[in-house]
């Protein structure tokens, strides 16, 4: 059974940090491009941020300048380092593994919510 665990939400207010940590079996983990999405109340679930196996990132436009994902491959663990927090970045967050293209699994979610 696969297991992607999130950790790290919470509440803060506009201009804070968060840090989100996803860990998952390291067979999967180091195999795996590794994302983070989140969903709004009301609205789809979206692409945040991904990082591919030998560390090729990518950002939404909304995040970019603000967001950092990494991955330590020695703790099979991808972060998502969130600063300058906004009210419009409030949504569950979903860690993604993704070992092929039409494979993909995902964590519970984790909340954050950004006050103004």
């Known amino acids: 059974q696969v297991q992607l665990e999130e950790s790290g939400g919470g509440s803060v207010q506009t201009g804070g940090s968060l840090r989100l940590s996803c860990v998952t079996s390291?067979?999967?983990?180091?195999?795996?491009?590794m994302g983070w999405f989140r969903q709004a109340p009301g609205k789809e679930r979206e692409l945040v941020a991904s990082?591919?196996?030998?560390?090729?990132?990518m950002y939404a436009d909304s995040v970019k300048g603000r967001f950092t994902i990494s991955r330590d491959n020695t703790k099979n663990t991808v972060y998502l380092q969130m600063n300058g927090l906004k009210p419009d970045d409030t949504a569950v967050y979903y860690c993604?593994?993704?070992?092929?293209?039409?494979?993909?699994?995902w964590g519970r979610g984790i909340g954050v919510t950004v006050s103004s």
């Open positions: 390291g067979r999967l983990f180091i195999t795996s491009q």
């Open positions: 990082i591919g196996t030998v560390g090729t990132t």
């Open positions: 993604n593994a993704r070992p092929a293209y039409d494979v993909m699994y």
